[in-house]
């Protein structure tokens, strides 16, 4: 079992930074791949960014490509996503994600969730 915390987010004007974390409970966080989904009013839940089991390997969508950075701190047991030059369209609410199958695009058959923070960027 695997419980997933997240934090970080809040309101920030557009073109502004947020970095959100993901902690990760139990002894067992290197054997899972890690994602962040989001979802925003009336949308469905979609991919952000993933990152494998190793953390040598990343995935972006390509809405956030060159903006957004995916990273894991094994110590601490930790996912972060750094995000920059935000635009009103990243409000949402964003999600961690844990599958020790590894993270893709599909939302479907995800084994972990955390409870979600929400991400504010006014124009």
């Known amino acids: 079992q695997v419980q997933l915390v997240e934090s970080g987010g809040g309101l920030v004007q557009a073109g502004g930074s947020l970095r959100l974390t993901c902690a990760a409970s139990?002894?067992?966080?290197?054997?899972?791949?890690m994602g962040w989904f989001r979802q925003a009013p009336g949308k469905e839940r979609e991919f952000v960014a993933a990152?494998?089991?190793?953390?040598?390997?990343?995935d972006y969508a390509d809405s956030v490509k060159g903006r957004f950075t995916i990273s894991r701190d094994y110590a601490k047991n930790t996912v972060n996503l750094q995000m920059n030059s935000l635009k009103p369209e990243d409000t949402a609410v964003y999600y961690c994600?844990?599958?020790?199958?590894?993270?893709?695009?599909?939302?479907?058959?995800?084994?972990?969730w955390g409870q979600g923070t929400q991400v504010t960027v006014s124009p």
């Open positions: 139990g002894h067992t966080f290197s054997t899972y791949a």
């Open positions: 994600a844990a599958d020790r199958r590894g993270v893709t695009t599909v939302v479907i058959g995800i084994e972990y």
């Open positions: 990152i494998s089991r190793s953390g040598g390997s990343t």
